[in-house]
């Protein structure tokens, strides 16, 4: 018998921040999980206004790629099983959706099936400020079992770039799916306490 297959969906939205979802894909690389793709028509957008990534070669990172209307994709029905799903970055419309449970693409629909099976789902939410109508949206999702995290970057590893600022971002998102740590660790991940001490000395085995 052939053994489940690890799998998890990662939406970009069409929020600020497309190179999270990007990044994203690319930690994932190296990892056997399959990984399920979905853009967003706004993202398309997005990815073109703030990247020099074409969208083939985002979709080249992906093991699977489905468009935004394709509501019949395998990603939309709770039989498919997958770890979970990621979307990064998180607009505050698919927060919406989601909140709702009334759903206008694949990347809303396949958020929902998450959580109405009762599997990971986090949302690298990019919006601010944010006002009330944001946070109980928020909020919702959070009951309904998502994970509402936004990409704030970790000063505490005194990142020498914007570049190694992403990669700790979102590699500390992935962690949320109980994803292999060492591989994690090889992308630059830095943990408090082991990579780096209470003094905030990020060379502890130097």
């Known amino acids: 018998m052939k053994s489940q297959k690890d799998r998890i969906i990662i939406g970009i939205s069409g929020a600020s921040g497309a190179i999270l979802g990007i990044r994203a894909l690319q930690l994932l690389q190296p990892i056997a999980i399959e990984t399920h793709l979905v853009i967003s028509k706004a993202a398309a957008l997005t990815i073109g206004s703030e990247t020099d990534y074409k969208i083939d070669e985002i ?5 699977q790629v489905y468009p935004a209307a394709d509501i019949s ?5 709770g039989s498919f099983k997958t770890r979970g799903m990621l979307i990064a970055p998180c607009s505050i419309k698919t927060m919406g959706e989601i909140s709702s449970g ?3 693409n694949l990347l809303s629909r396949a958020a929902d099936v998450v959580l109405k099976e009762r599997r990971r789902l986090v949302l ?3 919006e601010a400020p944010l006002h009330t109508g944001h946070l109980k949206n928020a909020l919702a999702v959070t009951e309904m079992g998502a994970v509402v995290s936004p990409p704030v970057p970790a000063f505490y590893t005194k ?4 570049d190694e ?5 979102v590699a500390r998102s992935l962690d949320l ?3 292999d740590n060492s591989v994690l660790q090889q992308s630059g991940l830095k943990r408090w306490g082991e990579d780096i001490d209470i003094t905030g000395d990020t060379n502890r085995s130097e």
């Open 165 to 169: 600022m992403i990669t700790q971002i």
């Open 124 to 126: 690298m939410l990019r």
């Open 159 to 162: 990142p020498n770039n914007l």
């Open 59 to 63: 979709k080249a990172l992906a093991d």
């Open 102 to 104: 009334v759903t206008f």
């Open 73 to 77: 994709a395998a990603i939309s029905s």
């Open 177 to 179: 799916f109980d994803i």
